[in-house]
């Protein structure tokens, strides 16, 4: 060592003797960020979790499809991920038309690589029964008129007469 760096440092320990340091208190940082950092890449690998699709599925599909359709589950599978879809059998050559833009929607929405699609059939949904409205007889109306008459206010009487009359056709079946 030669002189000057010796000089060197001992006015560095002699500067250091002088400052009185205080040590930096850092709190440990929460175990659920170091478990996040860990499990991030993993988790990515396994597919989005079907509740977070079923939340998002009309924004990710759109109306159409979301109507016919419902995300069950993603499995992993021998090409990569699964996606499991529920949907009648009559949709089935829908969805199997639709593939490929249903897993590029899917995989953009959810960052993660689904690379097929399996459609679990299931039986239709019941059509509800049509009710058929039918007109209003003569002797209904005229009844329906006679209960309004000791309403005053002609607005209150409209809506109430409308109302009745709603009542009253679209309560029979055909």
Do not use: C
Request: no cysteine; glycine share 6%.
């Amino acid at each position: 060592m030669d002189w000057d760096e010796r000089e060197k440092e001992r006015e560095a320990e002699r500067r250091l003797a002088a400052t009185h340091a205080i040590p930096v208190f850092r709190p440990a940082k929460p175990m659920g960020v170091a478990l996040q950092k860990a499990l991030r890449p993993i988790l990515k690998e396994a597919g989005p979790a079907p509740e977070t699709l079923k939340s998002r599925w009309p924004e990710i599909v759109g109306l159409k499809l979301a109507a016919i359709t419902q995300p069950v589950r993603v499995s992993r599978g021998r090409g990569g991920n699964v996606l499991h879809l529920s949907a009648p059998s009559a949709a089935a050559p829908i969805i199997s038309h639709s593939k490929e833009h249903i897993l590029e929607r899917v995989n953009l929405a959810s960052g993660s690589k689904i690379r097929e699609i399996k459609i679990i059939q299931t039986a239709p949904q019941k059509q509800l029964a049509l009710v058929i409205p039918r007109p209003l007889t003569p002797e209904q109306r005229a009844a329906l008129v006679k209960s309004l008459s000791p309403v005053r206010t002609p607005a209150l009487k409209s809506a109430l007469g409308e109302l009745g009359e709603a009542i009253l056709t679209g309560m029979r079946k055909r």
